[in-house]
């Protein structure tokens, strides 16, 4: 069982409760490039359950039925308002802050559900599937829109971009999940992942760092 809890950076834990993760794939158009797929005309959605986020802070636990996890680093928006088929303009007074985090995927069983025709979540929404830092309070940030995030593994990048790339930027998406999937307090947007996306290992050591200013660590349990 989980006990995971929002917190923001300066570890103050928020009274926000522990909601489901709306995220999107090919949000990036040299991610897409990468997976051998189109950038999609309209956000490709799906939900990690609550039961899935985990702290950063703890050691990334790799799950037992797949031998192929990747890393997807993204992102992350924190709700602290409803949004119900809501206007872009209406988004920004909604969140609460930004973060980053690593939308675990087994590729391998990923490949097998496609092949069937079958839904992903049994790859992407396992328990702990998504790994979340703590939040940066939103007044932060000047520009959604222009955000770098960066990911080292054992001391290499291996992913970097910049929300300027994104295919539907951040207050536009949420929007647009709004109009299907109701947000409420303490849910969470994961907002895709740009190229580089790769294999985790027992042992490795992970560096994030989000807009050039925030910087986070962790491990790869399991060594």
């Not at 950038?39 to 359950?49: A, N, Q, R, S, Y």
């Not at 031998?67 to 920004?92: G, R, Y």
């Not at 790859?123 to 007044?139: E, H, Q, R, T, Y």
Request: proline content about 6%; some cysteine.
């Amino acid at each position: 069982m989980s006990n995971y809890v929002h917190e923001f950076i300066t570890g103050e834990t928020t009274n926000l409760p522990v909601g489901k993760a709306v995220c999107v794939g090919r949000n990036y158009a040299d991610h897409a490039k990468e997976m051998g797929s189109q950038v999609p005309d309209d956000p490709m959605l799906f939900i990690k359950p609550a039961t899935s986020l985990r702290a950063l802070s703890e050691p990334v636990q790799l799950p037992g039925f797949s031998s192929d996890v990747h890393h997807e680093l993204e992102l992350t928006v924190l709700i602290e308002k409803t949004l119900c088929k809501s206007e872009a303009a209406d988004v920004h007074a909604a969140i609460a802050g930004c973060g980053l985090g690593i939308d675990l995927t087994a590729r391998d069983l990923q490949a097998q559900l496609k092949q069937k025709s079958h839904p992903w979540e049994k790859s992407k929404g396992f328990d702990g599937a998504g790994v979340l830092s703590p939040f940066i309070p939103i007044a932060e940030f000047e520009d959604l829109r222009d955000v770098d995030l960066e990911l080292h593994i054992n001391g290499q990048v291996r992913q970097s971009g910049n929300t300027r790339d994104m295919v539907f930027p951040v207050t536009e998406l949420i929007a647009h999940i709004s109009q299907y999937f109701t947000l409420l307090p303490g849910d969470v947007v994961m907002t895709g992942t740009p190229a580089g996306v790769g294999p985790l290992h027992p042992g490795d050591q992970l560096a994030l760092s989000l807009a050039g200013r925030f910087h986070f660590e962790s491990r790869v349990g399991g060594a």
